[in-house]
């Protein structure tokens, strides 16, 4: 299980008490009913899914209840940092996962077991 | 190849086993092939073997970065059934069954498809209204499925438990006699023999770094941890991965990478006589001929490559699996593990050509691709030999997401996803 840093509670609590909302920074045009089926396309269904470093949405909805954004690394699942709703998506350095998290992160990883049953 | 059978059993019996070949060569890589496969699981062996014994093109590498079967098809549960909701998933999951019964015989190699039922529990009002929409919805389009009272669910399988008290009572069931279960491994094996046997090159840790295009646009090959290798046509058949190759070619992908994870208990005397799904509580299960039952847990929450899930998702699934069949709370588990798995926005796969000239994919089978796995290497086979779709598998375009002309398992939720 995840330990995730909610940025407006400043504590780190277990997964449980959050919901994954998806991909961050995906803008929703304010004009949802004039945009081509190509760009409708782009902003509903096409997804990043990056093997790395991802930016996405969480919600502390047995908390705050509020939305916030991560940057994890979805190989290790170690989380990089949180920030707040409506903050731009921070630049990190190139190699993020290898150099030391410049905020408070959460690292929980399960041990990896394979199975070939 | 040499043939398997009772004699060549008995005759090795005699010689002390000394005369059994390797199934499958390892060859090295050459310079260019008509096609390649990116990706040797069940998918893309069955894939390069439909392409060799029905369209005749045997040019064919199939590349993989680790071992072939150790992806997804190493990892999932074994179930198969094609009692899905609509004609497009119905004719594709059907199609597969069909190719199922007889798998055996056409590959020379024992896939153990042992089709002892496949009941799916209801649980509540909607659950009734949904899974007898099913069977009606299957029996239009000629598919057995059919509807149980709980006495009749409990006859079929006698660890249920159906007791009104329960915390999840059974109220009815709807049970597909011909799905079942085969044996995982030998699929990609038996699929793999075929497939070299007709000339077909497997080449394992051979992990695909890029796909190299013509100024035009047209694929020209692949670039590898073992040097470039030129092809007409590359099929990225890659689960979990898609999304990372399909971007090594421009094209970004509805996709979104998931662990899913499963388990095993220790081996006991056969008790479970079929599987057992369950939607509304999330829990499938069934028993090995080994003897350890089978529970496939749900996805975790967000995206990941890690190959592994948070332990609560297991535990959930266990809490169910024990409130159901009570006579298991006292089994130990044996192990569990996770493996990656693409899914699509409809909850159905993609199947099609894409955008790029000579560039085919197969993806988007989400929590339940095993049970596609003829029928998928059958129809996409076609799809890259003839450039233009199979019948079958023409409604599974990546276009779909633009047009609107969505297949939408995931609202029909024939399985819990």
Not at chain 1, 42 to 60: A, L, M
Request: charged share 20%.
């Amino acid at each position: 299980m995840l330990l995730i840093r909610c940025p407006y509670c400043e504590e780190e609590l277990p997964e449980l008490e959050f919901r994954n909302a998806g991909e961050a920074h995906v803008v929703r045009s304010s004009h949802l009913a004039d945009v081509s089926d190509q760009d409708f396309e782009e902003f509903f269904f096409i997804r990043t899914n990056p093997k790395g470093i991802i930016y996405e949405r969480w919600r502390h909805i047995h908390g705050c209840a509020r939305f916030f954004n991560a940057v994890r690394d979805t190989v290790s699942d170690k989380f990089l940092m949180t920030y707040k709703a409506g903050e731009p998506k921070p630049l990190l350095v190139s190699e993020p996962a290898k150099t030391a998290p410049a905020k408070p992160k959460a690292a929980a990883k399960p041990r990896s077991r394979k199975g070939d049953a | 190849m040499r043939k398997y059978s009772a004699f060549a059993i008995a005759r090795e019996a005699m010689r002390g086993h000394k005369g059994w070949e390797q199934q499958w060569r390892s060859p090295e890589p050459k310079a260019s092939y008509d096609v390649i496969i990116v990706g040797a699981g069940g998918h893309g062996l069955a894939t390069a073997y439909y392409l060799a014994k029905e369209h005749g093109i045997t040019n064919v590498a199939v590349l993989d970065k680790g071992w072939l079967g150790g992806g997804n098809t190493g990892r999932n549960t074994t179930i198969i059934r094609s009692n899905y909701l609509y004609d497009e998933s119905a004719g594709i999951y059907d199609h597969a069954l069909k190719l199922w019964d007889g798998l055996s015989q056409d590959l020379n190699y024992n896939v153990m498809y042992s089709p002892r039922g496949v009941m799916m529990l209801a649980h509540n009002v909607h659950d009734v209204q949904v899974l007898k929409r099913h069977v009606h919805a299957n029996r239009l389009n000629g598919i057995d499925n059919e509807w149980l009272t709980p006495e009749e669910a409990k006859e079929f399988c006698p660890p249920l438990n159906i007791s009104r008290n329960a915390r999840y009572p059974v109220v009815g069931a709807t049970l597909q006699r011909r799905g079942g279960t085969a044996r995982h491994d030998a699929v990609a094996w038996g699929y793999a023999r075929g497939a070299d046997a007709r000339g077909v090159d497997i080449i394992q840790n051979c992990e695909v770094t890029g796909i190299r295009r013509s100024p035009e646009g047209h694929v020209l090959g692949v670039e590898t941890s073992r040097g470039f290798i030129g092809a007409k046509k590359v099929g990225v058949v890659a689960a979990g991965h898609t999304s990372v190759l399909m971007e090594m070619a421009g094209v970004r992908m509805p996709l979104e990478s998931y662990p899913l994870q499963a388990l095993v208990s220790e081996p006991i005397k056969p008790i479970f006589p079929c599987v057992v799904m369950s939607n509304t509580v999330h829990a499938y299960i069934s028993q090995s001929d080994k003897g350890e039952l089978v529970i496939g847990a749900g996805t975790d929450q967000y995206t990941s490559y890690s190959q592994t899930g948070g332990l609560h998702i297991i535990n959930h699934t266990l809490d169910a699996i024990c409130e159901m069949f009570p006579i298991f709370t006292r089994m130990k588990m044996l192990r569990s593990w996770g493996g990656i798995v693409d899914v699509t926005p409809d909850r159905s796969p993609i199947l099609a050509k894409t955008p790029v000239k000579g560039l085919y994919v197969n993806c988007g089978w989400g929590t339940g691709g095993f049970k596609a796995t003829p029928g998928s290497g059958n129809v996409f086979a076609h799809t890259i030999a003839r450039d233009e779709p199979h019948p079958i598998n023409a409604p599974f375009t990546l276009e779909r997401f633009r047009t609107g002309r969505l297949i939408d398992e995931a609202a029909a939720a024939a399985v819990a996803h």
